[in-house]
């Protein structure tokens, strides 16, 4: 039997000519401003070359609703990363992680990629609140939600006392 090595090494791809399609603003659902609790699907920070050679930053991130009527809801918190709005993704993040991020957490230079912070952010339960300014809505991470504590089952088999009506 083949060992996990030789079989990955020998098996073909594609050409590597499908574009990978980011998820934009449009894909995300409207839902009324408000608080929500939500599971961080997807975070990426990405570069977009500019003509003289510069680059600018972004930051994205994606949650899913996880109840309420809004259940489901994909939502998106998309900033470009600069100075008036760099405090607030670090605020984000250190909400959810403990720790202020630095740059090299964030953004892998070397491979021009989302950084390691991704791995500590995608999956955590959190709550948000969606407020709109103008045509922008704005998302703001208020805090981790933690299931530490075991859920008690209800017993609905003793009787209470309650009469029966018929």
Do not use: C
Request: aromatic share 10%.
């Amino acid at each position: 039997m083949a060992d996990i090595e030789d079989i990955f090494d020998e098996t073909e791809t594609d050409d590597g000519d499908q574009e990978v399609k980011r998820r934009g603003k449009d894909d995300a659902d409207k839902v009324p401003d408000g608080a929500y609790n939500a599971k961080i699907v997807e975070f990426s920070v990405f570069a977009k070359e500019l003509d003289n050679g510069d680059r600018d930053y972004f930051t994205v991130f994606w949650f899913e609703v996880t109840g309420g009527a809004a259940a489901g809801a994909q939502l998106q918190s998309f900033s470009a990363v600069g100075p008036n709005s760099i405090r607030f993704i670090k605020r984000a993040i250190k909400t959810v992680t403990g720790r202020i991020p630095k740059w090299s957490d964030m953004y892998d230079k070397d491979t021009g990629r989302t950084g390691r912070v991704l791995f500590d952010l995608v999956g955590k339960h959190v709550q948000v609140t969606q407020k709109t300014k103008g045509k922008y809505a704005n998302l703001y991470i208020d805090k981790v939600i933690h299931f530490d504590e075991p859920v008690q089952p209800v017993d609905n088999d003793e009787d209470e006392g309650v009469d029966d009506l018929f």
